[in-house]
């Protein structure tokens, strides 16, 4: 199971609490936050990591360096931002998997990655979200699925009572996704996703696990307390 782990963002949100330093090395309950990400992807079974890297990657690096992990651990480099979908793509020209997890450095969403491939491979989707149902949010957009998992369409951040929001984990198809006509620099949710849903190949699967984003100060104070319970 190879897994992009996109950790090349600024953080500008979260400076007011971090400091100047990458979301994914931000301190959480005494651990960088990639530290619970990678924990997260050895339970799950990960063979390798490809890191997507841009801002103050040394710091990313140099902490990698030190660690003992039972998977192989590459990396690319953004010489400038790419976006989301840029930056995805980059590191998809490094996977040698037909069909790769992708999930964010500053996000931990416990979701069962065979589940989530499982599903994808049967729907035949070229990319398979995982999603969470929310109550009472206006801070994320939601997903409409319709009975058989096919994603209709996205709608917007507003207030809603209840939805689905994207949780930010994904299986990709290497070769649907590369293939696309895509420019350089591009939104994977704006410019991939929710520019080609009507084709019908983009799939979601509902997973009630833990989550947390931890891009906003609000968030990132949740996951101290959150973690200091759980990894005790």
């Known amino acids: 199971m190879e897994c992009i782990v996109l950790a090349g963002g600024l953080g500008t949100r979260l400076r007011s609490a971090i400091g100047d330093m990458p979301k994914c090395m931000a301190s959480v309950a005494g651990h960088p936050f990639l530290h619970y990400v990678?924990?997260?992807l050895e339970r799950q079974g990960c063979t390798r990591v490809i890191l997507s890297l841009?801002?103050?990657?040394?710091?990313?690096?140099?902490?990698?360096?030190?660690?003992?992990?039972?998977?192989?651990?590459?990396?690319?480099?953004?010489?400038?931002?790419?976006?989301?979908?840029g930056g995805i793509r980059l590191a998809m020209q490094q996977a040698l998997e037909d069909n790769v997890v992708v999930l964010n450095g500053d996000t931990l969403f416990d979701v069962s990655l065979s589940s989530l491939l499982a599903f994808h491979k049967k729907a035949n989707a070229e990319t398979t979200l995982a999603l969470k149902r929310m109550e009472q949010f206006d801070r994320y957009g939601s997903v409409v699925v319709d009975n058989s998992g096919v994603i209709s369409s996205f709608q917007e951040k507003q207030y809603q009572e209840s939805g689905?929001?994207?949780?930010?984990?994904?299986?990709?198809?290497?070769?649907?996704?590369?293939?696309?006509?895509?420019?350089?620099?591009?939104?994977f949710e704006k410019d991939y996703l929710e520019a080609f849903v009507a084709e019908g190949l983009f799939c979601a699967q509902v997973h009630q696990s833990y989550f947390i984003d931890i891009g906003v100060p609000s968030d990132y104070?949740?996951?101290?307390?959150?973690?200091?319970r759980m990894y005790r």
Do not use: C
């Not at 590459?74 to 976006?83: F, I, R, T």
């Not at 104070?221 to 200091?228: E, R, S």
């Open 38 to 40: 990678f924990s997260y």
């Open 164 to 187: 689905l929001i994207n949780g930010g984990v994904y299986i990709v198809n290497r070769e649907g996704f590369i293939t696309r006509p895509l420019p350089d620099r591009f939104s």
């Open 221 to 228: 104070l949740q996951a101290q307390d959150d973690f200091k």
């Open 54 to 85: 841009g801002y103050m990657h040394e710091h990313i690096l140099h902490w990698v360096a030190q660690q003992q992990v039972p998977f192989m651990v590459d990396q690319v480099l953004e010489h400038q931002p790419l976006g989301t979908g």
